[in-house]
């Protein structure tokens, strides 16, 4: 396996890890089980175990910059980051 392929490998695991920790979070358990279940997913903690998931506190910063783009209601910290 290249260095390449294998670091895609390991990138799919990680998100399917996260994918798993934000419904476990959300208290989707019987989705959380099937998904653990049918993808194989590790049930290692996450590296990064934020309150919410990580992939919801990624999405709400990530949504927070794209939105401001485009629309006038932002947050100061979108907009701050949009001028740099």
Do not use: C
Request: charged fraction near 25%; avoid cysteine; proline fraction near 2%.
């Amino acid at each position: 396996m290249s260095q390449s392929s294998q670091t895609n490998w390991e990138a799919d695991k990680m998100l399917d890890v996260y994918i798993h920790d934000y419904f476990v979070k959300r208290k989707l358990h019987a989705s959380a089980k099937a998904f653990q279940q049918e993808g194989k997913v590790s049930t290692d903690p996450v590296a990064i175990d934020a309150p919410g998931g990580f992939l919801f506190e990624w999405w709400s910063v990530f949504w927070d910059i794209f939105i401001a783009r485009t629309n006038e209601k932002h947050s100061d910290a979108a907009a701050s980051y949009i001028e740099v």
